[in-house]
């Protein structure tokens, strides 16, 4: 593999561009185990990300997401890591791994909610993708800190993750 910090692969982008299906999808190739910030983050408060927003608020999240960063740089090697939306604010991303910033526009992520198998559980769980304009301007907002924090640029349109996955492989010489 391309050398980069701790050999993981960080996988970053919007809410619901398919980070979870693509680390799944490497993993299988790979061998290596696929965790996901999010989940970690469910587990370690025993809640679902809705509650904590609810019950705690986003700053509180955010400040777990920051624990998390520092617990991955020095305790993970050689995974997979699909991170939540918003991880990328921990400073320390770059030395948690190589990070691929999966771009894509918001209709089609909304395309791909809408046509996966259950479009209202995936709307709902996500506490910043209830009002469609903000999540928009969110978007267009954090495109360009994706682009200035990642290490390579995937596009996703059209692509399967059986595909983004043989792109990342040859990208990064696995
Ligand atoms: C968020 C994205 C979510 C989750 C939380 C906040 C964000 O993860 O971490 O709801 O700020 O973009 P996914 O990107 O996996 O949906």
């Known amino acids: 593999m391309v050398s980069c910090k701790n050999n993981n692969i960080i996988l970053m982008g919007f809410m619901g561009v398919g980070k979870g299906s693509l680390a799944r999808e490497l993993s299988k190739r790979t061998g290596r185990i696929a965790i996901d910030t999010d989940d970690l983050i469910e587990s ?11 019950n705690e608020g986003e700053e509180y999240f955010r ?17 997979i890591i699909s991170i939540g939306g918003g991880f990328y ?28 198998k259950n479009p209202s559980k995936k709307l709902k769980k996500r506490p910043l993708l209830q009002d469609m304009a ?5 978007i267009a907002q954090r495109h360009p800190k994706y682009v200035s924090c990642s290490d390579s640029v995937i596009q996703t349109a059209g692509k399967s993750s059986a595909t983004m996955a043989e792109e990342i492989m040859q990208l990064l010489e696995l």
């Not at 400040?63 to 995974?79: A, G």
């Open 44 to 54: 370690v408060e025993n809640t679902k990300i809705k509650k904590i927003f609810e």
């Open 63 to 79: 400040q777990k997401e920051t624990q998390l960063s520092l617990w991955l740089e020095t305790s993970v090697k050689n995974s």
């Open 89 to 116: 604010h921990v400073n320390n991303l770059q030395d948690i791994g190589h990070v691929i910033y999966l771009e894509s526009s918001f209709d089609a992520i909304l395309d791909r909610i809408q046509s996966s």
């Open 134 to 138: 903000k999540a928009k301007a969110l």
